[in-house]
Nanobody, 123 residues
Framework: QVQLVESGGGSVQAGGSLRLSCAASGLTFSSGCLGWFRQAPGKEREGVATIDSFSSLKYAEPVKGRFTISKDNAKSTLYLQIDSLKPEDTAMYFC?????????????????WGQGTQVTVSS
């Protein structure tokens, strides 16, 4: 049974930083695609960042230069370092895993999802 458990969300002021974590179990962590998505109230879920099995990275344009995705295969943990937070970054952030080695920012390419962790940024 695959489980993805996010943590690290919170309420911060604009310009602040957060580090999100996603602890994974029940899957071969090093061989699939891993990603972070977010969903703001009233909006569709959007891809934020992905890392494939060769550790190649993809970022959505709005977060380039501010968000950094990484993983620790030994700990089966995915991370998202978020710097220079903006109010428009406010959303529920989800960790996701795909069984294929390659990655896209499309949520339809991911097979497993966590429950999410809330990030709220005040101005």
């Amino acid at each position: 049974q695959v489980q993805l458990v996010e943590s690290g969300g919170g309420s911060v002021q604009a310009g602040g930083s957060l580090r999100l974590s996603c602890a994974a179990s029940g899957l071969t962590f090093s061989s699939g695609c891993l990603g972070w998505f977010r969903q703001a109230p009233g909006k569709e879920r959007e891809g934020v960042a992905t890392i494939d099995s060769f550790s190649s990275l993809k970022y959505a344009e709005p977060v380039k230069g501010r968000f950094t995705i990484s993983k620790d295969n030994a700990k089966s943990t995915l991370y998202l370092q978020i710097d220079s937070l903006k109010p428009e970054d406010t959303a529920m952030y989800f960790c996701a895993a795909g069984v294929q080695w390659w990655c896209s920012l499309r949520n339809t390419d991911f097979h497993y999802w966590g429950q999410g962790t809330q990030v709220t940024v005040s101005s």
